[in-house]
Antibody
Framework: QVQLVESGGGVVQPGTSLRLSCAASGFTFRNYGMHWVRQAPGKGLEWVAMIWYDGSFKYYADSVKGRFTISRDNSKNRLYLQMNSLRAEDAAVYFC??????????????WGQGTTVTVSS | QSALTQPPSASGSPGQSVTISCTETKNDIANYNYVSWYQHHPGKAPKLIIYEVFKRPSGVPDRFSASKSGNTASLTVSGLQAEDEAHYYCSSYVGSNTWVFGGGTKLTVL
């Protein structure tokens, strides 16, 4: 079954860290670029980060640059998002999404159901 | 940074057609064919319904169509059905290794 399943969300205090994970199955993970996208409560979708199929290039939204790190382990079919120095405005449902192949710029064709991050003191 | 503007809401009766616009202040939509559209039912995974401005992934009904003119992209849902009620988001790669989403449009089937 082709799917993405996120995990690792939870309730954390401002200034702390959290690592999200996305498990891919049913397709050749190492061939695809991957994104993280988030949705704050009551808000729309916001692109967070993107990593190339081999991890060679990583891109970030200005809102998370310097605090978040996207990475992947193709041997484990896993995508990660390390989130440091968390702020209240980082609270959201975080989705992992697969970039279209072979042209990553065209869109995101497979999404997980998301994992929720709450940042509260 | 580029921003994509969508109307917050749209509505139509079953069987009717509705068009949702996505307007961008710079020329990133005009210059690139990277516009995509997503359907999102709350609590579920977003679903790609249009990519590369007007192409439909396999399995997406042809009731969903899209186009682009200048700096405005549009999604049309024809023959509205109850299950089309959802949030719809446009998105585009806008250069400088950045992707953006529109604010989303809530489509209500009356």
């Amino acid at each position: 079954q082709v799917q993405l399943v996120e995990s690792g969300g939870g309730v954390v205090q401002p200034g702390t860290s959290l690592r999200l994970s996305c498990a891919a199955s049913g397709f050749t993970f190492r061939n695809y670029g991957m994104h993280w996208v988030r949705q704050a409560p009551g808000k729309g979708l916001e692109w967070v980060a993107m990593i190339w199929y081999d991890g060679s290039f990583k891109y970030y939204a200005d809102s998370v640059k310097g605090r978040f790190t996207i990475s992947r382990d193709n041997s484990k079919n896993r995508l990660y998002l390390q989130m440091n120095s968390l702020r209240a405005e980082d609270a959201a449902v975080y989705f992992c999404a697969r970039a279209l192949f072979p042209i990553v710029y065209y869109g995101m064709d497979l999404w997980g159901q998301g994992t929720t991050v709450t940042v509260s003191s | 940074q580029s921003a994509l503007t969508q109307p917050p809401s749209a509505s139509g009766s079953p069987g009717q057609s509705v068009t949702i616009s996505c307007t961008e202040t710079k020329n990133d939509i005009a210059n690139y064919n990277y516009v995509s559209w997503y359907q999102h039912h709350p609590g579920k995974a977003p679903k790609l319904i249009i990519y590369e401005v007007f192409k439909r992934p396999s399995g997406v009904p042809d009731r969903f169509s899209a186009s682009k003119s200048g700096n405005t992209a549009s999604l049309t849902v024809s023959g509205l059905q109850a299950e089309d009620e959802a949030h719809y988001y446009c998105s585009s790669y806008v250069g400088s290794n950045t992707w953006v989403f529109g604010g989303g449009t809530k489509l209500t089937v009356l």
